[in-house]
């Protein structure tokens, strides 16, 4: 079975490492994968085995999704847009999948419509026509509008096959962020949490017994840094341990050594192997994306969640939510972000926790492969 991955993840890599997960699980099952990514490089992900295809980057300008940059920063202007469009639409001729799966599309990514209808035009063409699915993780940000429901049904009925939502409905259901009518839950597919198998604690012993502190791949964690930084002052008796990332990194860590003075905190890039320091780690001090909270859910780490909310962004505040009653959990909103309260919070998640197993799926990528060969059964 060949399967096409279409994923441009705008602001952090969290939407291409879970389209990576899916492409590992596919090729573990034996199937061939293509996985074209529209966002920025993430060389930091592991894509061994897969297929890779980029179109023409782009990334948003902050947290203004309208506004979407080349790799130089200048506005993606409509020959830039169209060139990644021919190019989706010459991949899926060319690789003629029996799956596609577009990731997000049509519950986000609309400002992308143009080049996703382009690709979905011409995979309607082939002979036969692919299986086509949608792959959307437990919550997405709810619509503004009853009209954006409205053209999202629209488009799943007249182009897709099903859609896989990557959640335990133990856990979250999809009815949380989105209004699921009768028509869209007979096409919806709960295949559990996409994530990679629980790590091995580092072989290095690396994280034992620290504050680890991450925020993505990106700058929009940097208030996260530098709360980091003031509550080290205040909890001197654990190593804090700050990651960095984004193109940028360099310059930010070094501005975050000159605030942090004689503080002892260690200061470095991200690193691959930053799951396996979680399961030994005192704390985690994070923000709420999809793949950081099912990391620290499975290895039952402690953690201070600071959802990201820039810009009427909702998604993680509402996953931190959902997970605030577990033990060892806290969540902390950004407008009350300051070393003093960071400084308390990771005090309490450390005497509470770890925390104990939680009986929730997390084979999702397995759970997706195979929902997926058995539409592809059923429908070809």
Known sequence: M??????????????????????????????EVLLVSGGMPA???????????????LRSDGTDFTRLLTETGEVADPAY???????????????????LLTELFPFGRRV???????????????????????????????????????????????????????SDPQGTRLETSWPVSDTLAERLHY???????PAAPHPENLGAGEILVSAGGGSVGDPIFRAAVEAAGRITDRRWRLL?????????????????????????PTRPDFRQMLPLA???????????????????????????????????????QSLAHLSAIEVLASADLTGATLADAVGRVITAGPRP???????????????????VGALR
């Open 2 to 31: 060949k399967v096409m991955i279409v994923v441009t993840h705008l602001l952090g890599t969290g939407h291409l490492s879970r389209a990576l997960t899916l492409g590992h699980a596919f090729r573990k099952a034996g199937h």
């Open 43 to 57: 060389p930091q992900l592991s894509a061994v085995g897969i297929e890779m295809l980029g179109l023409p980057p």
């Open 81 to 99: 847009l169209q060139s990644r469009a021919d190019a989706l639409a010459g991949a899926v001729t060319r690789f003629a999948p029996d799956v």
């Open 112 to 166: 992308l419509s143009s080049e996703f209808e382009t690709l979905l035009d011409a995979a309607h063409t082939l002979t036969p026509r692919p299986v086509v699915l949608s792959s959307i993780r437990d919550i997405l940000a709810p619509p503004s509008k009853p009209s954006k429901v409205a053209r999202t049904e629209a488009v799943v009925a007249r182009h897709y096959d099903g859609v896989l939502v990557h």
């Open 191 to 197: 295949t559990g949490y996409v994530a990679p198998a």
């Open 244 to 268: 960095v990332g984004g193109r940028d990194a360099a310059d930010r860590i070094r501005e975050l050594e000159r605030l942090a003075g004689d503080t002892p905190i260690l200061i470095e």
């Open 282 to 320: 005192a704390a985690s001090v994070s923000m709420c994306g999809y793949n950081t909270a099912l990391d620290l859910l499975q290895g039952g780490t402690p953690a201070v969640f600071i959802p990201f909310d820039d810009g009427k962004e909702v998604e993680q505040g509402l996953r931190a």
């Open 357 to 375: 197993d939680l009986a929730l799926s997390f084979d999702g990528a397995a759970r997706s492969v195979a929902i997926t060969e058995s539409l």
